[in-house]
């Protein structure tokens, strides 16, 4: 347990439904990242913010996807009208500084039908 | 050009050798290079991070950058069946995103 936690752990939603997920960072950790992950894959940046500020976003990362870290501690990561290819493990990660290590959390596991 | 590429694997070593693993990038201006274990099922937990041209060792582990040749590896001495996972290179560029490799699936055998 890396102290990072994810929220659920597992989702499965009919398509066009939209779903939200949670990321509850490490407490003292000013960076926080999110990222998606499909089988055989790497993780694929998506985005991350500093405090509550979103400094980065994915250029790949689709107007559906929208992430808000609103007080600068816990994130959420919404996909509105969801789609098959939306279905991946959705990965949060924080970390203390741009050089520091990134902690990854366990993972929100999306299908879609 | 992907940002990171990695061969796929295989790669399955006896247990006690050396696993070699390798990595190239494709932005020369790339900032930092990391090493991330997953195991099957679980999130990436990170083994190495390197920042300068050169060898960085820590335990059985040696990470080893040439920016030169835009290339990164990772030596895992004394390979262990614990170490048998998939082994993710990440590197973050001037933009402060990150990127990750497709991952090399490693096999000890005992």
């Known amino acids: 347990d890396t102290g990072v936690s994810q929220d659920p752990r597992h989702k499965i939603t009919k398509r066009g439904q939209n779903v939200t997920f949670r990321c509850d960072p490490i407490s003292e950790h000013n960076r926080l990242y999110w990222y998606r992950q499909t089988l055989g894959q790497g993780p694929e940046f998506l985005t991350y913010f500093q405090n509550e500020a979103q400094l980065e976003k994915s250029r790949l990362l689709s107007d559906r996807f929208s992430a808000e870290r609103p007080k600068g501690s816990f994130s959420t990561l919404e996909i509105q009208r969801t789609e098959q290819g939306d279905s991946a493990m959705y990965l949060c990660a924080s970390s203390l500084g741009v050089e520091e290590t990134q902690y990854f959390g366990p993972g929100t596991r999306l299908l879609v039908l | 050009q992907k940002e990171v590429e990695q061969n796929s694997g295989p790669l399955s070593v006896p247990e006690g050798a050396i696993a070699s693993l390798n990595c190239t990038y494709s932005d020369r201006v790339s900032q930092s290079f990391f090493w991330y274990r997953q195991y099957s099922g679980k999130s990436p937990e990170l083994i190495m991070s390197?920042?300068?041209?050169g060898d960085k060792e820590d335990g059985r582990f040696t990470a080893q950058l040439n920016k030169a040749s835009q290339y990164v590896s990772l030596l895992i001495r004394d390979s262990q069946p614990s170490d048998s996972a998939t082994y993710l290179c990440?590197?973050?560029?001037?933009?402060?995103?990150?990127?990750f490799g497709t991952g090399t699936s490693l096999t000890v055998i005992p």
């Open positions: 390197i920042y300068s041209n």
């Open positions: 990440a590197v973050r560029n001037t933009g402060n995103q990150f990127y």
